[in-house]
């Protein structure tokens, strides 16, 4: 068992403050699916009206960024509010707090922190050790796999035979979304760390501490589940290959939480994973436009 949902799950918080987190989470949950589908949709409805205007449909995606990193922040500021307004919670039961890497989950917020979870007689528990075990072995797996698509990319891009979408999970739909000029590429960069960031506040911190209060009796499989769920309906506008796959990267985020105690060692694995694309755009040293011209305030 997860000792860091065991901390969330023995938390005696007021009646209340379990209404208040269950709505917010609710509005989340039913909000972000409908809000992502309108805004992609809308975005491509900017982009065809640009056709091979370059520098106008660049400007249509940094204004999506933009637009997604507001959303973002927004909701991270209400669930950071929301912990540190109601009683029985605080800033430690939305995950921010050091992670704890010696004992992978091991300590509690308050009070003495053994280094590692034993068992009765006294070695190291089976289930953290596979945890830990199983989270090295996807780690590795990831940097492999990214380095390996980023490769044949860089390749596909120097034959000058590129690929129509991206050979991810929901490729077709990121496509028209990715950068295609250094101020994009910077916008773009910006937004993978307000995602990284204000998703995990979000999907892991604030979704997992109140199906910690709803399921108290529930098993971490369950909870990783349910949130992994939960975060790969939010990004419904990929369809359902991207569904799947940003529901299992939310899985995989979700364990980091509960081993760790902390948002901060999946706030940076989230951030890394997103600002991956980039590696398979190609790089491009001017805005493109007609004749080659700077444009003025890219």
């Not at 209340?16 to 809000?35: C, H």
């Not at 995606?61 to 500021?77: D, E, K, N, Q, S």
């Not at 596909?156 to 129509?164: C, L, S």
């Not at 694309?277 to 305030?297: E, I, M, S």
């Amino acid at each position: 068992m997860s000792t860091t949902l065991q901390t969330l799950q023995s938390l005696d918080v007021p009646t209340l403050t379990t209404l208040a987190l269950v709505a917010a989470v609710v509005a989340l949950v039913v909000s972000d699916p409908v809000l992502g589908l309108r805004d992609h949709r809308r975005l491509l409805a900017e982009l065809a009206t640009h056709g091979d205007d370059r520098v106008g449909a660049e400007g249509a995606r940094v204004r999506f960024y933009r637009r997604w990193a507001r959303g973002g922040w927004l909701w991270a500021a209400v669930a950071v509010a929301l912990v540190t307004v109601l009683p029985g919670v605080g800033p430690a039961a939305l995950g921010l707090r050091w992670p704890d890497l010696a004992g992978l989950g091991s300590s509690v917020w308050r009070g003495a922190s053994p280094a590692v979870v034993t068992d009765g007689d006294g070695g190291v528990d089976r289930e953290t050790a596979a945890g830990m075990l199983v989270g090295l072995l996807v780690g590795t797996l990831l940097v492999v796999v990214v380095l390996r698509v980023a490769a044949r990319a860089r390749a596909a891009t120097r034959r000058g035979d590129g690929p129509a979408t991206l050979p991810l999970a929901g490729g077709t739909a990121l496509a028209p979304l990715l950068p295609t000029t250094p101020r994009g590429r910077r916008g773009w960069a910006a937004l993978s760390v307000t995602a990284g960031v204000t998703e995990e506040v979000t999907y892991r911190g604030i979704v997992v501490l109140t199906l910690a209060l709803v399921l108290p009796t529930a098993g971490p499989r369950v909870v990783v589940v349910l949130a992994a769920v939960v975060f790969g309906l939010a990004h419904a506008y990929q369809g359902p290959a991207g569904m799947v796959a940003t529901g299992l990267a939310g899985a995989v985020f979700a364990g980091l939480y509960l081993g760790t105690g902390s948002l901060l060692v999946p706030m940076l694995l989230h951030v890394l994973v997103d600002l991956r694309v980039l590696l398979l755009t190609p790089r491009r040293t001017r805005d493109a436009v007609p004749g080659g011209a700077q444009p003025v305030g890219a």
